[in-house]
Antibody, heavy 117, light 109 residues
Framework: QVQLVQSGTEVKKPGASVKVSCKTS????????ITWVRQAPGQGTEWMGWISTYDGNTNYAQKFQGRITMTTDTSTSTAYMELRSLRSDDTAVYYCARDHDFNMDVWGQGTTVTVSS | QTVVTQEPSLTVSPGGTVTLTCASS?????????PNWFQQKPGQAPRALIYSASNKHSWTPARFSGSLLGGKAALTLSGVQPEDEAEYYC?????????FGGGTKLTVL
């Protein structure tokens, strides 16, 4: 079955970087893009961006431009999201999800990132 | 910046019918916004229910349906079950970016 398994909880200091992984299985990795979103405590869901697993093209939300990098490793069917210059308001649960043809269907379990001094 | 608006909360009785809506600050929601709907229960990741306004996933219960209604995207639950109590989010596509709504907390009471 299709699965997206994310890396574990992270605790970071302000100004640091975090890199979250999303290991996929059960389907052809390069046939579906990967979207990243986050949910901050008590907040809604925020779209961060999308990466094509086929050619690596990215589409980042303007809010994160310059601070985010999404990459993939096709040899391990894994997607990565790196967020730099972390602030306290980056504290959130980060999710990856398979996304193709405007259809975001299967989600990872989420990765909690806490930014605190 | 597009704002997507959902009802903050709704209450429905078991066995009843409820419609959640998803509006865009840019105007009427059309099929070109490719509305998606998700269900999220506490402590769990969101689960996809509907894509492209009205298409269901293989796992989507038959009582859930999506549509375009009065310039908004809509999610209708018919014959609501207690396990449908959850937060429901929509997302809309516009000019190359996706925007999520703030979510609707559905209480089954």
């Amino acid at each position: 079955q299709v699965q997206l398994v994310q890396s574990g909880t992270e605790v970071k200091k302000p100004g640091a970087s975090v890199k979250v992984s999303c290991k996929t299985s059960g389907y052809t990795f390069t046939s579906y893009g990967i979207t990243w979103v986050r949910q901050a405590p008590g907040q809604g869901t925020e779209w961060m961006g999308w990466i094509s697993t086929y050619d690596g093209n990215t589409n980042y939300a303007q809010k994160f431009q310059g601070r985010i990098t999404m990459t993939t490793d096709t040899s391990t069917s894994t997607a990565y999201m790196e967020l730099r210059s972390l602030r306290s308001d980056d504290t959130a649960v980060y999710y990856c999800a398979r996304d193709h043809d405007f259809n975001m269907d299967v989600w990872g379990q989420g990765t909690t990132v806490t930014v605190s001094s | 910046q597009t704002v997507v608006t959902q009802e903050p909360s709704l209450t429905v009785s078991p066995g009843g019918t409820v419609t959640l809506t998803c509006a865009s600050s840019t105007g009427a929601v059309t099929s070109g916004y490719y509305p998606n709907w998700f269900q999220q229960k506490p402590g769990q990741a969101p689960r996809a229910l509907i894509y492209s306004a009205s298409n269901k996933h293989s796992w989507t219960p038959a009582r859930f349906s999506g549509s375009l209604l009065g310039g908004k995207a809509a999610l209708t639950l018919s014959g609501v079950q207690p396990e449908d109590e959850a937060e429901y989010y929509c997302r809309l596509y516009n000019s190359g970016v996706w925007v999520f709504g703030g979510g609707t907390k559905l209480t089954v009471l």
